[in-house]
């Protein structure tokens, strides 16, 4: 680095214009493609795709922040790493918001259009505003191959999707059948369990009578839903339980629409809730639905697909369901089937697009059996193929996989892919084809309809890993590297979505290929706001990563996101924590700028006659190497910044480069040059450490420190822990030295004492190793804590009689009070905080004896106050024995 270009260095650090110019400079360079490295082996991290919908939020940012580090490091560890970008066209959210513009902007709804016009208008949308996620990751610093990027409705996606149906489909895992599913009257299509979302509702019980047919016994039953009766087909009591189970077999007549049904025992019925009698609607329930399955109960659909009343319910057809409660419950009312009505709360689905009550309804619908191959997912995890970092979200991945349900795969959406089924109107034939078919394959006749139905969105996402890398292409393979970067190595994902697209990759990557799709799974946290709470449009407590970068640039946001991960389960994000990291990445800054005129006459390479300081910065450098690697390799980034955060403030700048100036400034030009390649080395490994968490300012740090010959920093070798740079004895003599100071510091400032006056110190200790390196650093004492005369002894001899002392586990210090320190002007300071101190004392002390606050005060702030008259106390003996110390 010459003089010339150390003019050119910014006085104070400008993120935005530096991370524009680099991020440039990376794309252009295609430095984010994979290239062979020194281990001669691959990594491959996917990235979850986000919704062609999304707007970068702040988990998304820490999906970013956690996959971009661990790419950057493995491709600095010389691995050939590829991290693989993409965009999921999310069905249902997507079509929603086309249909919203419609409605807008034409006043139209999808029923206007044929499926292939408003299929074109959804296409259209996601060219022109689709994607913009994409952009926005760059923000952040994200690094993935992006020509490697796919969409799941691209040709390629739905090449994999529909060789992957029909093999399923041959072998009749995936067949139709009428189940109950989650309808949402509004989008008009089935849900899956992941987007329906329960609140609580304030409703009622209405105790409706049941007669028992040929009898005078009426059976009372409460339900939420009296307008469901008219889809009843049994009612169901405990078999253990006295006061009914002579009456299994029996019939009951449901009122209103007096269908005699049977009186069936199933032990789903909780004797100790309700009146121990249930209604059992098996169209509208899903429990009910599983008790129907097993007492092989007729089925009746009471609803339309818009979710009012069916022409089965006779006079309260067309009605919505809300209506018809209000009717049904007037009619029991009329013919006397009405006990009572009793307030009730009560968890209800609500759509998460559509905000509208989910209907549970029984419709014909596609489904994979999914219980031999949940099986082999399972086992994969349980015996260490593929493992969960932290370890105990296996146990949610368990839970889900050990009584999985078979999955409905078909969505009523014109959005999505197309189920790949025909159907022959001549001959009735069914078949599924991985190519459109015109013809029925068994009679040929051209009278052929494909299936309306879409995929679950889940489904394509399911076979992402695969995808992506070209699968079942074997050209495509081979230009995406299949071979190389299959089975991938890592997943980064959130713990909400375990079950639906965790357990579905591995589901369907170890039937369709043999091989599991990744080796790990790391489980990142929940971003909440700084109290803890979940971030919501509704609480308007988020935080807006753009905001955020602009407000305090990418690094500081990415090093906040790391340091708050690692195996916890929420991560609670205080914009005092980012400005707090911004100072850190200023602080970074500013010892470049300070040491950088000293750099020039460095070398890049260690010189072989280190003094004991340079073994020490060395030795501690060495250590939070390890300790880097080492908890990147464990998914703990939070250890990782730590480690480095507390490497760079404590030990490089509050302390090597304050015992650099004296010889930096010196006549000594041979230690001079010497500690100027110490700094340079240390500073280069620093930002090299640094790099895959805070990449732009490294980078650009990087370009004054490097060699003209040197590429950049995103592909140089990331340093490693080695036995050589490790100087035990060194570094714990400095790390004592560096003790002992800070007692000093800390005795000068309990005595009030001026920067610059200078004082005399004793020091006592028994270790002669660290007697001799005190002396050997005298001038350490002089520059870090003014001692102008040191006495060094061992802890038999005599102490000093009137001093101030400090102990520490392997030293005494000790401050001589003599003729240059004021004692009056001491005991008078120590007698006025002494009072001080003893007026706030009482004031806790009247409080606490207060019975009123004791009894009506919150146990935290009771506790609180216990802990401020404790220190308090603590406080008051110090300041009592120092008094004593002068006075005596």
Known sequence: MTSGEMNNISTTYSPNEVENK????????????????????????IMPPPNVTGRLHAGHALDVTNQDTLIRWKRMKGFEALWLPGMDHAGIATQSVVEKQVQAEEGKTRHDFSREEFLEKIWKWKEEYGGIIAQQQKTMGASPDWDYSMFTMDPEANEAVRKVFVMLYNEGLIYQSDYIINWDTVLQSAISDAEVEHKEVSGAFYHILYSVKDSDIKLEIATTRPETLLGDTAVAVNPNDERFSHLIGKKAIVPICNREVPIVGDEHVDIEMGTGCLKVTPGHDFNDFDIGKRHNLEIINILNKDGTLAEITGEFAGLTTKVARKKVVEKLKEIGAYVKEKEHTHQVGHGDRSKSVIEPMVSKQWFLNVQDMSKQALECVENGETNFFPKQWENTYFSWLREPKNWCLSRQLWWGHQIPVFNCSDCSHQWASEVDETKCSKCSSENVTQDPDVLDTWFSSGLWPMSTLGWPNPERMKERGYDKFFPTTCLVTGFDIIFFWVARMMMMSLKVTGEKPFSDIYIHALVRDKLGRKMSKSLGNGLDPLETVEEYGADAFRFTLAAGSGYNRGLNLDPERIAGYRNFINKIWNAFRFISP????????????????EKWIISELN????????????????????????????????????????????EDQEA???????????????????????????????????????DLL????????????????????????????????????????????????????????????????????SDLARVKELKVQDKSSQKPAKSVMKATTHTEVFIPLDGSIDLTEQIQKLEKDLAKTQKELDKLDKKLSNEKFISNAKEEVIAKVKEEHAELLEKKSSITENLENFKS
């Open 22 to 45: 680099w991020y440039k400079m990376w794309e252009d360079g295609k430095y984010f493609r994979p290239r062979p490295g020194k281990t001669g082996e691959s990594y491959c991290i």
């Open 598 to 613: 000293f750099l020039e006459k460095g070398d890049i390479t260690l010189p072989k006659n280190l003094d004991q300081q």
């Open 714 to 781: 995103i592909i140089q070798e990331y340093p490693e822990y080695s036995d050589e740079l490790n100087f035990e004895s060194d570094q714990d003599l400095m790390n004592k030295f560096i003790e002992v100071i800070t007692s000093l510091r800390n005795l000068r400032s309990s005595l009030n004492l001026k920067p610059k006056e200078e004082i005399s110190a004793s020091l006592f200790s028994d270790h002669k190793e660290l007697r001799d390196f005190f002396e050997a650093n005298v001038n350490g004492f």
């Open 672 to 710: 001079a040059q010497r500690r100027s390649t110490v700094l340079k080395y240390t500073f280069r490994q620093i930002v090299t450490l640094l790099h895959p968490i805070t990449p732009f300012i490294t980078e650009e740090l990087w370009s004054y420190l490097k060699d003209s010959e040197e």
């Open 623 to 666: 250590e939070v190497t390890k300790v880097m690697n080492d908890s990147m390799e464990e998914y703990r980034f939070d250890d990782s910044c730590s480690a480095i955060y507390a490497f760079v403030y404590d030990k490089f700048c509050s302390w090597f480069i304050e015992l650099s100036k004296n010889i930096l400034h010196g």
